[in-house]
């Protein structure tokens, strides 16, 4: 039996370079050694209120970005969360075993309630997000750093069920890229890309274009001085270099020896042409795939099915140890 793998995006904005490095491109290569699962995770995008037609459409857009990346729908389970009703019923019984502060805490949870106004179901994401793991014995998760946290209660509340009602729960472990775990913002250095973002050219999407890659790319932050030190926190080079690094293999000390005299310039020139080299199989397959609804639902409908079934078992000893159902 394979182990199982899961992970998933909220579909809110535009998946990113960032999202890329940190989550999917990990995910591509791991189906092949797990049964894996990838969601998209549209019950988390309610935290925010928004248009329901668009939150459809966008949904849609990720499932063919996820194929685009080269997500294999005969290898794995690629779902909306909302079509399977267990990530709910499962939520809602973690939810009565977690403190108030366990979920106060939270870095991300502080972060956008300042920015947005907090509601409850901003509060209890963490949960949800536990539930999505815990509901299928998951043991490897593929996150960018950011989740860390999130991850972390998954863990603590595995341990918690498992030593109240016996071994319900499989203990997940975070698979987190070393490198490019958090790729930062194009303009400020100092804060992580984020797919949200108002402003696009604080990221680099993986449906942009040749002239918006090279425009952001050329206009991205570095230093005055001109220098390749990757430990300077306020120049975006290391950030720059770091994905150049990750998409040619290059280590970054080769990438530095390589620029560091001829500067900024050409450095920036061919980081675009890497960057339009590595996203075009991605831009034009999603152009292929995005228009053919009838596939996508098709598609969909079979990844809920698959999903439904791959969570019954825990769901039913969860219920059955809780004392729910008949
Ligand atoms: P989300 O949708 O914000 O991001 C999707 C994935 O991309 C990673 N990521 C990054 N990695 C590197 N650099 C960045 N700048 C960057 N920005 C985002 C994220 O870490 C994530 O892996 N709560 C999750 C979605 C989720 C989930 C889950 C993930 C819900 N349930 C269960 C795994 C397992 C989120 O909002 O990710």
Redesign the pocket.
């Known amino acids: 039996m394979k182990k199982r793998l899961?992970?998933?995006?909220?579909p809110?904005g535009v998946l990113?370079i960032?999202?890329y490095?940190?989550?999917l491109r990990n995910w591509a290569v791991r189906q092949e050694e797990y049964d894996s699962l990838f969601s998209i995770?549209d019950m988390?995008a309610l935290t925010v209120p928004r248009d329901g037609r668009e939150l459809r459409q966008r949904s849609r857009d990720f499932l063919c970005l996820y194929l685009a990346c080269g997500l294999d729908p005969e290898k794995s389970t690629l779902f909306l969360q909302s079509g399977n009703p267990a990530h709910g019923e499962l939520a809602w019984i973690l939810s009565c075993h977690t403190a108030m502060g366990e979920l106060s805490r939270m870095t991300q949870y502080k972060a956008k309630a300042q920015k947005s106004g907090a509601n409850a179901g901003l509060f209890t994401y963490p949960v949800?997000?536990a539930a999505?793991?815990l509901l299928y014995g998951t043991h490897l998760?593929p996150?960018?750093?950011?989740?860390k946290q999130?991850l972390e209660l998954a863990r603590r509340l595995a341990v918690r069920f498992n030593k109240k009602y016996g071994e319900l729960f499989t203990l997940p472990e975070p698979l987190i890229p070393e490198k490019?775990?958090?790729?930062?913002n194009l303009k400020d250095p100092s804060s992580?890309?984020?797919?949200s973002h108002p402003e696009r050219e604080t990221f680099i999407a993986l449906t942009d274009t040749p002239g918006e890659i090279t425009r952001k790319i050329s206009r991205a932050k570095t230093d005055s001085r001109g220098t390749f030190d990757l430990n300077d926190r306020e120049s975006g080079i290391g950030n720059l270099v770091r994905i150049y690094s990750a998409l040619t293999g290059l280590g970054e000390g080769t990438v530095v020896w390589e620029y560091e005299h001829r500067g900024y310039g050409p450095f920036k020139r061919d980081l675009a042409e890497i960057l339009c080299e590595s996203l075009r199989p991605i831009r034009e397959r999603y152009g292929e795939i995005r228009g053919d609804e009838s596939y996508l639902t098709e598609l969909l409908k079979r990844g809920e099915e698959k999903a439904r079934r791959k969570s019954e078992p825990v769901l039913t000893r969860v219920k059955e140890a809780v004392g729910l159902g008949i």
């Open positions: 899961f992970s998933g995006t909220a809110t990113t960032g999202n490095l940190g989550a995770v988390h949800l997000m999505d793991i998760v996150v960018g750093d950011d989740q999130h490019t775990g958090r790729i930062m992580k890309m984020d797919k």
